[in-house]
């Protein structure tokens, strides 16, 4: 399978500041890369260079097969973007964004107008096509941000993290056309701090963290490197936490660690039988328990591990 997106060695500094240390990506086509890091990590810096926005400082990239620095007009043919603020004229309405897009994309007057319907109709914008958008809600703002993007049927699409501050149905209703996009063979590069969202959408995860690329897989891959399912305990009374901790010490497969002040967790050895040893243990100790249950590892548990901070630090 060939790549849509390929990045070796990126690397951008403002002043003393290095905000790429030299990042490789490789995108197939037709696939979903999400990319999570905190704010400040370089996940922008990187669309901003694909999309040929910015310039490196040094290394390589190539998105639709054309080279970023060398056939810019080329690569911004091929491409959609979604940044992190709409890029939208509040003054006109819906329809009319979606039209001046098409024209600006050399789509005609015609074309312009169908697509924008198609769009409108498929974002669930269609009631509200002919108000200005200026009186959109926020969701309805962002959902016709990435319309736009769609105008011109691009190849490779960049969301900047899409869906931040959005409501649920907002939220879902934008994962479900980028679904759709992808369905139809749209390559798509998706940053975001929600961790959920790469679980949902994302074939492969990079994390990015201070400008470097710490990790890569697919979603199920990096939580494996956290090891199997964790058995979280929350205790009735944050005094017994060091007593909890060495109960829980010989039923997992590393050392159980604390998580606030009354829960401790740790990975299971055994599946059920080190659950049934875990619960004899805190019996034992007489160590009360308000809430006792077995999880999967998240990719946050996966970034926490990587990073040692969160995915919004």
């Known amino acids: 399978m060939d790549n849509a997106i390929e990045a070796e060695g990126l690397r951008k500094a403002y002043g003393g500041h290095q905000a790429l240390r030299g990042v490789d990506l490789a995108v197939p086509r037709g696939t979903v890369l999400g990319v999570l890091g905190p704010n400040g990590a370089g996940k922008t810096t990187t669309v901003r260079i694909l999309a040929t ?43 009319e964004n979606l039209r001046l897009v098409g024209v600006l994309h050399h789509l005609g007057r015609a074309r312009a107008r169908a697509v924008a319907d198609e769009l409108l109709e498929s974002f669930e914008l269609a009631d509200a096509a002919d108000r200005p958008v200026k009186g959109y ?51 798509v590069l998706l940053t975001t701090q929600y961790l959920e969202e790469a679980d949902q959408l994302a ?61 401790v967790q740790v990975s299971l050895a055994a599946g059920i039988g080190s659950i049934a040893d875990a619960a004899t243990a805190l019996a034992g100790l007489d160590i009360a328990v308000e809430d006792f249950g077995v999880r999967r590892p998240s990719l946050d548990d996966v970034f926490l591990a990587l990073t040692g901070h969160g995915a919004t630090a």
């Open 137 to 187: 809600s926020g969701g309805m703002r962002r959902r016709l941000d990435l319309a736009a993007s769609l105008v011109a049927e691009p190849e490779v699409l960049f969301l900047d993290e899409p869906t931040t501050g959005l409501d649920p149905h907002s939220r879902n209703t934008l994962w479900k056309r980028i679904r759709a996009q992808v369905d139809a063979g749209v390559t």
């Open 53 to 95: 926005l910015l310039t490196a400082d040094a290394g390589t990239a190539r998105v639709a097969g054309h080279d970023v620095r060398r056939h810019p007009g080329l690569v911004r043919s091929r491409i959609g973007l979604t940044g992190q603020y709409a890029a939208l004229d509040d003054k006109l309405t819906g329809r």
């Open 203 to 263: 074939d492969r995860v990079v994390v990015v963290d201070a400008g470097r690329v710490v990790a890569e897989g697919t979603p199920d891959q990096l939580k494996r490197k956290v090891g199997g399912e964790r058995l979280s305990v929350t205790l009735v009374d944050p005094a017994d936490s060091a007593s909890a901790l060495s109960a829980l010490a010989g039923v997992g497969t590393d050392a159980p660690v604390r998580q606030g002040e009354r829960v």
